[in-house]
């Protein structure tokens, strides 16, 4: 196993550069003196990087469109690939297969399209990382092993489960050097606000009142600082391909307990709502995963205690909140 510190490649291939996990990675790179490329779609906004967007290199292409990403590999060469880009996590299963058929195309053509990309260029690639999630577990037995039956209740889930499948059948036949990563629910500064918690935390900041579920569902929250380390940590690592790794803070709190963090820390301007809003038909109660087979495969450990990472991404809204409001949600 390799620190996630020891540059061990220098060209790097990001897609999904953009978004939240892969800004800070991109971020992390730069000040490691790393070559960054990413795969950015024409027209999207690099609002997260736009004080580093001359020391990166973007490249204009779409996972859909097989053409534009070979381009962009054979020019770029890139020593690791990490696969961060893909569709939204939509909505439960609905009658709407056009859902299904777009999810199809961004999460597992898409996927295919960077691999046969990959490997038709020859590039010498070191490692691909591919970032996937615990929603691929769904409705089975928890804490979450790698080893279990995945059951998946939303078509973004079963679609990655089904990218996970074909991946590790690639690996297999093609040598292809694949490490997948399901990480739990990453947060930290800089979040889009239709999620959880950085809509809690803005609400508090403002006065409002919170409403929210009974809020009994257990959850792993995972500060980005220590996602980002895991991801490098996997790229760097001498972890044998085609392996299905957790990654996760260790940390169990029910949404409750942390919502109630997050009112103290901050102070309770509002009122916290427990209980006014019903649970969402098919979603996942329970994300809560072993990270035993991180610490034993990559030497991987979370540093980031719940309650000093909330500390950092309140101060971060508190300093930012107008800013985030008025960029493009990703």
Known sequence: MQSADRN?????????????????LVRRL??????VHILVRAQ?????????????????????????????????????????GGGSMGQPWTTDFSQLSASLEVNLHGTLNLVQAVSQAGVGLHSFV?????????EGPFPFVETQREQPVS???ATQVATTAILNAIH???HFPVICLRLSSVYGPGRALDFFLPALIVAALKGSDFAMTSGEQQWDMLFIDDAVDAILTAAHSDCPSGEVINIGSGEVHTLKEIAQMVVKQIGNVGQLQIGAKAEPEGAIGNLICSIEKAER??????KTLLEDGLRETIQ????????LELKAEN
């Open 8 to 24: 061990l490649a220098n060209r790097y291939l990001i897609t999904g550069g953009t978004g939240f996990i892969g800004a800070y």
């Open 297 to 302: 495969m990559l030497g991987w450990k979370p």
């Open 130 to 138: 591919r970032i996937g999630g615990l929603l691929e577990y769904g």
């Open 30 to 35: 730069v000040s490691m003196g790393c070559e």
């Open 316 to 323: 971060w809204y508190r300093e930012n909140l107008d800013l």
């Open 172 to 174: 297999r036949q093609c």
């Open 44 to 84: 999207h906004s690099l609002w997260r990087l736009d004080d580093i967007k001359s020391r990166i290199h973007c490249w204009t292409g779409d996972l859909t469109e097989i053409h534009s990403i070979s381009r962009a590999v054979r020019q770029v060469k890139p020593e690791v690939v990490v696969h961060l």
């Open 155 to 157: 078509i973004y889930a």
